[in-house]
């Protein structure tokens, strides 16, 4: 089964996510080829976890706090997520890195709240464009990866999943090539490895995100190292979204 996200970013208000929703609920039969995870801004979680009910759809928040409580005006907690019926959580995303200065350790302290009141964690990771030019890829992995799962317990990586999405393809029309998409999976699989166990690398869930979109699709469907995709700006547009979901089930 592949897992598709869904990062919908700072676009759609309640009422337009009502419409995308009652659209998408009736063109989308729940699959067992897929598992469809939509994350969506704060404010449209009540109305989406409403139209959810009773699909096997996972609904998900795009950020959370590095606190459990305390004066954090404007901030959202672990245990506000899960009573609002949220199932999963984007941390470390390179936008929220980039403009919101979160660092490697708040992003560590975001997973370990997300995982303490029971939500699963998408944790994105990611080279810039200058260490892809210098061939950093895998030292930026290493890093991002060791920091952000620092503490954590083997049994908590079964809630995560690792976003591979490389800066300079996010929202940019350009990816890397299949074959450098798989070889930096793999390089994740090798850090869980070092770091938690053989068995820990196989099986956890590694997906592609950075302008996935109905033209390359069908190219890196068949990925060996990873486990589906985040879309971005292609899930804004309902056709366009259900076409990749479609190819990736056939
Ligand atoms: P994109 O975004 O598909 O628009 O490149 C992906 C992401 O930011 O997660």
Redesign the pocket.
Known sequence: MKKIIA?F?MNFTPSMTKEYLIQLLARYADSDKVKLCLSFPYTSLAIAKFLLDKRKISLGAQNICDEEEGKNTGEINGAMLKDAGVNYVIIG?S?RRKKFKEDNKSINHKIKIALKNGLSVILCVGESLADYNTLKTFDVLTEQLEAALKGLYENELENITIAY?PIW???TGITPTAAEIDKACKTIRNVIKEDFSQKASENIEIVY????NTKNISKFKNLKYSNGF?????CLDLGAFLQIISTIEK
């Open positions: 990062n970013k995303h936008e999405e393809a996010i929202g995100g950075g302008s996935v985040l879309v971005g700006g292609a």
